[in-house]
């Protein structure tokens, strides 16, 4: 060794003599920490979703714009009445305002962008959304609604109110239609048949080619009676904002199948919890209340692990506080949840 | 077709009714309702109030940074240990904890990159807290002149056991002492009987007027022997967090050294989300627990065991936390049932 190593040697024995040796399990913690740091920076997206840029990250930002999610065999709920029934879902919630976490407490700030799914809306769902968000204004045309699937079409009983010169009087119909995709991706439903007062009219409409959206108005946003066609798209649903290429609808006995698909496949990770339901969040930033779980690996599960997993989107601060949550070793959280908000 | 549905409407005439549909608040303004309420629930928890003690709100926020500086640590009946058997019992403390970035988060996750100051409190060093601490931090160093030390109380003196070395050679000796308080910062040891090798030398000592540091040589980052007493800096007691307190009042108890803290400001104890009489809360500004950022945070550690004290460590309570759980409550808090440090799998 050359004379300045022995030195430079030798004035590090003596600083180590002078100063106290740090505990083996302070050392093993630092490195612990510096290891899990690494962690907390870590590429998380999940394959396929490659394109997202990431801006630069902090003790606050992940740096990524966006939580990618999956879902698999749950129920996500909105509010009440309005509930899918998720086979799979692959998603990014997209924050409004760049910069931002997606803001769980407020559903304004954020969009879901659904990459590709495979989902239900039931009979209940539907009639909720028509008869509390779709027709929840002064001149609605239609009134208790009631809606039954099967896989051979869709069955609508309601309360029809006609365009004038008609009277504005309350009429009893029940339409019976067959739902598909039509090329806008839009759902369609196309009334074959319909009744009022049990006297059907389809035919005599048909052979006098009159349209219903003659006798009947509606047009809302995300609903639009065009001849005797029905066109739904996402704008229907409250917020947040659900964007994504449906690929098919259909009706089924449990109610309206939608798919949606997109050309690129997405993998996401395996979660930490093995399970049939959960909801797996794991990349971006996600604030709930006053807290921000930073660089996703969030899992959520029912706290009953023999039921599916109920998501209640608008009362999610609510229904978290009513669960638990676990932070695992490798720092991954796990939600708890329970199916009713207590 | 026409006249049909005229005929329809005819007959229905005198049974329909005219609508006054009330419009019912869209689903979107029930959520709003629910988002007040929460911010509401939030805004009155004042997490910055705490009695007197009122922390400013910087100008700058967002929606990953509440804009208060400052968080505060309070303490009741809980072992708080730094690593391992190195820490203290609280009786009660509180104190200020300060990060070494002052626009970044606290993180918890790393003890050496925060301190603490404490605004007053009243908390017991062990003996076998003060063993460790001379063991594992003081004269855990090769060229120590002390070494196995072993700390036991009798009556109101602190017996230290252990091997002191003399010319080259470990000698067995006991010194049995009184503590006096120098400065607010310094601990001195007093001695007031010395034993080498199993043989008194007090009163020899005494006679000859002669004062330890003559035979012996106690020198370490913390520590320090002049004339026949042993001055310990309270700065340089523990390893990180740098936990900077100011001494009142020092007395040896059958429960160890009792440190009573001088109050610096004071400060009201919040009240607890959960009921517990061993907790630590950690309060207001912006804190890093793992993957989690808690904004102007109410974090309540309480043990999962109900019935007992709190046992905490600074340098595992990531494992603490990940073998217990937690608790997010509505008004943006959480509380952390931590596994006791005894039970921990390690």
């Known amino acids: 060794m050359t004379g300045i190593r022995w030195f430079v040697c030798l004035i590090l024995l003596a600083l180590s003599h002078s100063a106290y040796t740090v505990s083996p399990e302070i050392n093993i913690q630092q490195r612990q920490f510096e290891f899990e740091r690494e962690n907390w920076n870590k590429v998380r997206l999940p394959k396929g979703l490659a394109s997202v840029p990431r801006k630069s990250h902090d003790l606050r930002h992940s740096g990524y714009s966006g939580v990618s999610m999956y879902a698999q065999n749950m129920l996500l709920n909105y509010t009440g009445g309005i509930e899918f029934d998720i086979a799979s879902l692959s998603a990014l919630l ?6 931002r976490p997606v803001e769980l407490n407020d559903i304004r700030t954020f969009s879901i962008d659904i990459v590709s799914g495979n989902l239900t809306l039931p009979e209940k769902t539907l009639e909720f959304l028509f008869n509390r968000h779709v027709l929840n204004y002064k001149e609605r045309s239609l009134r208790n609604v009631s809606i039954q699937t099967d896989a051979d079409g869709i069955y609508i009983d309601a309360e029809v109110r006609l365009n004038k010169p008609f009277p504005r009087q309350w009429l009893r119909a029940q339409m019976a239609g067959h739902v598909s995709l039509d090329q806008q991706q839009r759902i369609s439903i196309d009334i074959k048949q319909m009744k009022m007062l049990n006297m059907p009219l389809g035919k005599p409409m048909q052979m006098l080619d009159l349209s219903l959206d003659r006798f009947v108005t509606l047009d809302r946003p995300g609903v639009k009676l ?63 209340s006053n807290m921000i779980i930073l660089n996703g690996h969030l899992q959520a599960l029912n706290v009953n692990p023999h039921e599916r997993l109920k998501f209640h989107l608008y009362s999610a601060i609510d229904q978290i506080a009513g669960g638990h949550v676990r932070i695992n070793a490798a720092s991954d959280v796990i939600a708890y949840l329970p199916s009713v908000i207590p | 077709m026409l006249g049909v549905l005229t005929a329809l409407s005819g007959c229905l005439r005198s049974s329909g009714d005219q609508d006054d549909y009330q419009v019912l608040p869209s689903l979107y303004e029930l959520q709003q309702k629910k988002i007040e309420r929460i911010q509401a629930l939030n805004k009155s928890s004042n997490r910055h109030v705490n009695g007197e003690y009122v922390i400013p709100k910087r100008v700058h926020t967002s929606p990953t940074q509440s804009g208060y500086g400052e968080t505060l640590l309070f303490s ?119 034993l080498m090798d199993g043989d008194s030398a007090t009163k020899l000592l005494r006679v000859a007027k002669i004062e330890l540091d003559e035979l012996l040589t106690i020198k370490a980052p913390g520590a320090e022997l002049k004339g026949s007493s042993i001055w310990l800096d309270t700065r340089k007691l523990l390893p990180p967090p740098q936990i900077n307190f100011l001494v009142n009042q020092v007395a040896v108890t059958p429960a160890g050294v009792n440190l009573k803290l001088k109050t610096l400001r004071k400060a ?17 500004g912006d804190m890093r627990i793992m993957r989690l950022l808690t904004l102007n945070s109410e974090f309540n550690i309480v043990p999962r065991q109900a019935d007992e004290r709190l046992d905490f460590s600074f340098y595992d309570y990531r494992k603490q936390i990940s073998q217990g759980s937690l608790k997010l409550l509505k008004n943006g808090g959480a509380v952390a049932f931590v596994q006791n440090y005894k039970y921990l799998e390690k």
Request: hydrophobic fraction near 40%.
């Open chain 1, 94 to 99: 997209e924050p409004t305002q760049a910069g």
């Open chain 1, 226 to 288: 065009k001849g005797r066609q029905i066109k739904i798209d996402l704008g229907v649903l409250p917020p947040p904002r659900l964007n994504g290429r449906l690929s098919r609808a259909v009706s089924t006995a449990n109610g309206i199948n939608i798919q949606f698909s997109s050309p690129q496949g997405i993998i996401f990770d395996t979660p930490p919890i093995s399970s049939n339901s959960y909801m797996w969040l794991q990349s971006g930033d996600l604030r709930l």
């Open chain 2, 76 to 194: 009741r009946n809980a072992s708080v240990r730094i690593v391992g058997d190195i820490g203290f019992h609280v009786n009660h403390l509180v104190g200020r904890l300060t990060s070494d970035k002052s626009d970044q988060p606290l993180v918890l996750d790393n003890p050496q990159s925060f301190s603490i100051d404490v605004l007053q409190g009243d908390i017991t060093l062990s003996p076998k807290a003060v063993e460790a601490i001379l063991n594992e931090h003081i004269f855990n160093f090769l060229t120590s002149t002390l070494k196995q030390l072993r700390v036991s109380i009798e009556g109101d003196l602190l017996v230290m056991n252990g091997f002191v070395k003399r010319k080259g050679a470990w000698i067995p000796f006991t010194l049995k002492g009184s503590f006096s308080i120098k400065n607010g910062r310094f601990l001195v040891l007093h001695a007031k009987e010395v």
């Open chain 2, 268 to 284: 009201a104890y919040p009240n607890l989300m959960v009921q517990r009489d061993s907790y630590i809360v950690i309060r207001s």
